[in-house]
T-cell receptor, first 117, second 112 residues
Framework: AQKVTQAQTEISVVEKEDVTLDCVYETRDTTYYLFWYKQPPSGELVFLIR??????QNEISGRYSWNFQKSTSSFNFTITASQVVDSAVYFCALSEARGGSNYKLTFGKGTLLTVNP | ETGVTQSPTHLIKTRGQQVTLRCSSQ?????VSWYQQALGQGPQFIFQ???????GRGNFPPRFSGLQFPNYSSELNVNALELDDSALYLC???????????FGSGTRLTVV
């Protein structure tokens, strides 16, 4: 069975601080995908990144960066120079790979990030 | 491109009633999934449809059922509603070429 653990329930930072959201996962699959989604108060889940289990390269997109370490089954997300607009619930998720496509996302419980001005 | 649209946005039902939630997938997406998100929790996978056939199901009882139509829009039906069915129901669409799922804003169902 797949499992995703986000140990941080809530994080509060002051604007411009860097913040790292932790994600640890469990799976027996050798091929899988890892995701991060952002959920603002409107409820819609906004896709941030997908990472293939065979690609351990870290990725940077603007102020966002992701650190994937297969050896520790972790896929952490860092926001550099946080802004008030970053305030949201962030979910880490894991999916099986079927025919090269995503299948069935398993989500963590989410981390509520509050960025104070 | 259009996003994923869900209706209604909010709904209040009485225990024992039946409810139908609707989802219009993003153009070109032939896969649709439904998720239930209880307050303070992560979304839980209900089932997935691909080209009008159910091709995967999570740990939900048979009173949760669905349909996908030729235009790839979808319905989630829940019979014999229970208080614990109160949640945000999210629809997500995807395609084999798609990098990730596109989610709608959800339907918030309250069972009283």
């Amino acid at each position: 069975a797949q499992k995703v653990t986000q140990a941080q329930t809530e994080i509060s930072v002051v604007e411009k601080e860097d913040v790292t959201l932790d994600c640890v996962y469990e799976t027996r699959d050798t091929t899988y995908y890892l995701f991060w989604y952002k959920q603002p108060p409107s409820g819609e889940l906004v896709f941030l990144i997908r990472r293939n289990s065979f690609d351990e390269q870290n990725e940077i997109s603007g102020r966002y960066s992701w650190n994937f370490q297969k050896s520790t089954s972790s896929f952490n997300f860092t926001i550099t120079a946080s802004q008030v607009v970053d305030s949201a619930v962030y979910f880490c998720a894991l999916s099986e790979a079927r025919g090269g496509s995503n299948y069935k996302l398993t989500f963590g419980k989410g981390t509520l990030l509050t960025v104070n001005p | 491109e259009t996003g994923v649209t869900q209706s209604p946005t909010h709904l209040i039902k009485t225990r024992g009633q039946q409810v139908t939630l609707r989802c219009s997938s993003q153009s070109g997406h032939n896969t649709v999934s439904w998720y239930q998100q209880a307050l303070g929790q992560g979304p839980q996978f209900i089932f997935q449809y691909y080209r009008e056939e159910e091709n995967g199901r999570g740990n939900f009882p048979p009173r949760f059922s669905g349909l996908q139509f030729p235009n790839y829009s979808s319905e989630l039906n829940v019979n014999a509603l229970e208080l614990d069915d109160s949640a945000l129901y999210l629809c997500a669409s995807s395609s084999p070429q798609r990098y990730g799922y596109t989610f709608g804003s959800g339907t918030r169902l309250t069972v009283v």
